[in-house]
């Protein structure tokens, strides 16, 4: 079990990975990308694990076909706040460097939380760390991100892996911070990656059969 891999856009995702001594598998994936031009430049490529088990928290939408979990963003609520554990797994594609991705985490996390009002001076001030730990990184291609969310707790530890270099980590306790970050990447139709979105519906989907 443990060597199966998937492909992402030509980058390898293993199909189960262990956090906190729990198998999580990988239950939905995607890229990030932008179209200039006509052109489509994919940036990374997005793996999204989850315990199994998280089907119990979820079975008010047995049943219900994927395209219809995609738009539905209570249902990606429930995800996001169903307490098991979570991981995404992020690979650089086209390499930038880590204080750009830095930045767009800051501004998406900033306005869902002002969005809420949820955005005080410690929420700033864990933002600022986040950034200021990116900020001397370079995002060579398959550099990988991973982002840890334990079931038991509101908090993240972001994990930066890179060709030559010592992996580097940062622990996120600020509850309402680690709470957006999780809805960037997992929160329905206004993630980062609808592709993602898509995909972890199909996957959650075939664990709510009829």
Known sequence: MGT????????????????????????????????????????????????????????????????????????FEAVVAAPVEKLVRVVVIKEIKGSQYGVQLESAVRDRLAAVDKYEEEEEEALEKIVEFFQSKYFKKNSVLTFHFPAAAATSEIVFVTEGKEESKIKVENGNVVEMIKKWYLGGTRGVSPTTIASLADGLSSLLPN
């Open 4 to 75: 199966e891999t998937v492909m992402v856009d030509e980058m390898s995702f293993p199909a189960q990975i262990t956090a906190n001594n729990k198998p999580l598998s990988l239950l939905g994936h995607g890229i990030t990308d932008i179209e200039i031009h006509f052109l489509q430049i994919k940036f990374t490529a997005i793996g999204v694990y989850l315990e199994p088990e998280i089907a119990t928290h979820l079975q008010q939408w047995k049943g219900k076909p994927a395209s219809e979990l995609a738009g539905d963003d209570d249902f």
